[in-house]
């Protein structure tokens, strides 16, 4: 369900059309039906009451969820802590988001502790349909601020709901998951497992006489598990003994450096982001945890809310993946729509996964898989895209160069243009020719590479019998001074001997760099994405 900030004193017939649209999208996608909000109205009004008596400062703690939350009392759990409570018994996370603005994002909170799911799962919501909410939460929170932390307590199974406690305990691996990925997310998971015996049964004691909320115990569990990361002095973020832990992989790059520094979200500092983008996830189904994007959207994109626009999806260099590599050149795109000298357009920024682009099984890493089945998907639902080949372009530099030449060979039936910058051509021959070991390091899964893949797309054009080819390509690289030129040069001439016409440019005086590289093409680049759009359609 989208988030809907409203204002409780202007709730007017317009609303309640819109909420019964909301519960109907809900029915027709499959899902149980969220309740209605409104339910909630003089608890939220409260709050607005409250601030408007004493008064908020931005940035202070503030503590979200159900009922466990609204019984919380802070200032005897944690005293001297700046925090607010702004629980409200009964609540669903799709209630929260619908309340979000005035119970979290208008304080700009700096930590967020967050505490809901039960009773969705309780009205019998799925698991599926809880993690999207909760995906809907985070991505309001950080769009809104970026750099705040959230603490997510786990689901606390309790003697009075036993019929869901597996439901519960595999939400929780959902939000350990999730958290697992996103450096500004921590997942407690001891507010679910310290409440059960070694039988894997509630432990009566924690419990209130309902035996479904919290006893005076329980509450001292939380407060253990909370308060070294709340009121401690000496630990700033509730990350920072893992950050410590991630050290950059040197080279000789192998599977374990790799993996224990990649994050499937890993959003680079604000400062960083050009104007115009945002950052978003998607739950992958695939990788079972939240993946990061950034999208770029043009300025018409507010301006005319019935336009779709076509996407360009950009992929980026190096291992291991990250969706903030690269994002500048957004920028470049930016600039080339304001000044009209190209067409407006989406960029979609993509996480490659820890061996950027490739599929590797035995880590299951499927960098190549979510980005296909799940990202793609995700934008045309989520975005006004023209969501057809004709209207859909991928490019990628060095690593995301060979991740693009893969891809668009792969899957021809979902791009109109392909462009393959300043790629390692030459590493791809040595998989093709070693049966997909690539080094010492990594064996990738024979076939997938960018010589045996053209080989198969020129077999599949000719027996198509189609004189029009179903993809155009632009293959780029710099001059002799670029360690990937050889390589690039014998792939282009590799390509005409198969028959597959492309476009092929040396950037004279461009080494192997990303930032020169689209200093001098990028206006080209953008521009062949607009001709190719053109004669597809």
């Known amino acids: 369900m ?65 009922s466990s939350i609204r019984m919380l009392d802070i200032e005897k759990y944690f005293p001297g802590l700046k925090a607010l409570n702004r629980g409200f018994g009964g609540a669903h996370i799709s209630d929260i988001n619908y309340y979000l603005e005035e119970t979290v994002l208008k304080y700009e909170p700096r930590k967020v502790v967050f505490f809901c799911g039960g009773n969705d799962l309780w009205k019998n919501k799925s698991i599926a349909q809880v993690t999207e909410d909760f995906n809907q939460f985070t991505s309001h929170l950080f769009k809104r601020v970026p750099n705040a932390e959230l603490i997510v307590l786990g689901l606390r199974p309790s003697p009075k709901r036993l019929s869901i406690i597996d439901k519960e305990l595999k939400m929780n691996k959902r939000f350990a998951a999730i958290a697992s990925q996103d450096k500004r997310i921590s997942y407690l998971d001891g507010s679910a497992s310290e409440f059960l015996d070694n039988k894997g049964k509630p432990i009566p004691s924690l419990y209130a006489p309902d035996q479904l909320h919290m006893s005076h115990e329980g509450y001292l569990i939380w407060q253990n598990l909370l308060s070294p990361l709340l009121i401690n002095p000496l630990q700033s973020s509730p990350l920072s003994s893992s950050q410590k832990e991630r050290v950059k992989p040197t080279r000789p790059y192998t599977i374990d450096n790799l993996s224990a520094y990649h994050r499937w979200v890993d959003p680079v500092a604000e400062e960083e982001v050009p104007n115009g983008v945002e950052h978003g996830t998607y739950f992958s189904e695939i990788m079972n945890t939240n993946i990061g994007y950034y999208i770029y959207l043009p300025p018409q994109y507010k301006k005319d809310t019935r336009k779709k ?24 795109v930016d600039t080339a729509i304001k000044n009209n000298d190209i067409k407006p357009k989406i960029y979609v920024f993509a996480n490659g996964g820890v061996l950027s682009w490739y599929n590797y099984p035995s880590i299951s890493s499927w960098g190549a898989d979510t980005f296909v089945k799940e990202l793609i998907p995700h934008i045309d639902t989520n975005y006004r895209t023209d969501a057809k080949r004709e209207s859909r372009a991928i490019e990628g530099y060095s690593q ?31 998989i093709s020719e070693n049966n997909g070991r690539e080094s010492e390091y990594f064996t990738f899964v024979p076939g997938s590479n960018t010589w045996d893949l053209a080989k198969n797309f020129a077999k599949k054009y000719r027996a198509s019998g189609s004189n029009k080819l179903p993809l155009f390509i632009n293959v780029v690289v710099g001059d002799e001074s670029d360690h990937n030129y050889e390589g690039t040069y014998r792939w282009s001439g590799f390509l005409m001997g198969l028959g597959i016409e492309h476009d092929f440019s040396v950037l004279k005086g461009v080494p192997h760099s990303s930032r020169l590289t689209y200093e001098k093409a990028s206006m080209a680049l953008m521009q062949f994405h607009d001709r190719a759009f053109a004669r597809c359609r």
């Open 400 to 430: 995301g160069g060979r991740g693009a030449a893969r891809i668009g060979f792969k899957y021809p039936e979902l791009f109109c243009s392909m462009a393959p910058l300043s790629a390692g051509h030459e590493a791809e021959l040595t």
């Open 2 to 66: 989208k988030y809907i900030p409203i204002n409780i004193k202007k709730f007017t017939f317009i609303t309640c059309i819109a909420i019964s649209l909301i519960l109907l999208s809900n029915v027709l996608k499959g899902q149980t039906v969220n309740p209605n909000p409104e339910r909630f109205k003089k608890d939220i009004q409260r709050f607005i009451d409250q601030d408007k008596t004493n008064g908020f400062a931005k940035g202070a703690t503030v503590f979200v969820g159900s």
């Open 309 to 332: 626009f076509p996407v360009v999806y950009f992929l980026h260099g190096g291992r291991p993946g990250s969706e903030g590599k690269l994002v500048h050149i957004a920028k470049y």
